[in-house]
């Protein structure tokens, strides 16, 4: 049974998103303040947070900030910033999913149940210059034998790329396999999490060696599969 961490102060929305939830069968814990949230979090574990960004105590960004640096559990930010550069900004945070209050609770379990679909490949890949390792069963990534923390969405684009060697794959491409096909947000979204995926993986993020640029056509991967593993 999948653990979900709900953090909002307004009683009656954590009241509606746990009813659906524990319709949908999630075991669902709820706190009222973003310090509440973090002691949950450290004494249990989840697999996704709902995370309202205004919050009375820490703000919604400190607490994804907290949660980043110790997690890469799916984070689901709750906001009523609902801009396209308010969107970018959230997920350059680490948030996986972002939705504009007020929202249908029925979208929000149907995007949450999305998440938890996205199932990678069960096999492990080192590259030949052996800098970057990727563990798809364990979802571990892996950069100079330290591991490092990438979002759902993160984990999900490098994952498209690394399972398309040598494919050149469409912003619109890559949003259909990640976000799903109901994604309302905008190419550039690809853009933001590209760049947060080469700051975590490349040596050099000016001349990349794994996620490259095709100018006017996507994006590809670089590496090569390592034959001894």
């Given amino acids: 049974m999948k ?3 709900i953090i909002e102060d307004e009683a009656a929305v954590r009241k509606v998103i746990k009813a659906y939830l524990d319709r949908e069968g999630y075991q669902v814990s709820a706190a009222d303040s ?4 973090l002691e949950l979090f450290n004494n249990e574990k989840y697999d996704l947070v709902i995370l309202d960004l205004m919050l009375p105590d820490l703000t919604g960004e400190e607490v994804c900030k907290n949660l980043r640096e110790i997690s890469e559990v799916f984070i689901f930010m709750l906001t009523a910033k609902g801009t396209v ?3 970018i900004e959230g997920l350059d945070m680490g948030a996986d999913e972002y939705l504009v209050k007020p929202f249908s609770p029925r979208e929000l379990c149907a995007r949450i149940n999305a998440l938890f679909r996205r199932f990678p490949d069960k096999e492990e890949i080192l ?4 800098y970057l390792k990727i563990d798809h069963e364990r979802r571990r ?9 990438l979002t759902s969405n ?4 490098l994952n498209a790329l690394a399972s398309n060697k040598g494919r050149v794959l469409s912003r619109e491409r ?8 109901d994604f309302d947000g905008c190419d550039r979204t690809v853009d933001v999490h590209i760049k947060n995926i080469r ?15 095709v100018v006017k056509a996507g994006y590809k991967f670089g590496g090569i599969k390592d034959a001894n593993i």
């Avoid at 973003?34 to 949230?37: D, F, S, T, Y």
């Avoid at 990534?141 to 923390?149: L, R």
């Avoid at 993160?154 to 684009?157: A, L, Q, R, T, W």
């Avoid at 890559?174 to 096909?181: E, R």
């Fill in 85 to 87: 550069s308010d969107r």
């Fill in 154 to 157: 993160e984990y999900g684009i």
């Fill in 3 to 5: 653990k979900i961490l």
């Fill in 174 to 181: 890559l949003i259909n396999s990640v976000f799903g096909m």
């Fill in 199 to 213: 700051k975590k993986i490349e040596k050099d993020t000016k001349n990349p060696k794994y996620i490259l640029t």
């Fill in 34 to 37: 973003g310090e509440a949230g």
């Fill in 127 to 130: 590259f030949e210059d052996k």
């Fill in 141 to 149: 990534i892996t950069v100079n034998n330290v591991e490092v923390y």
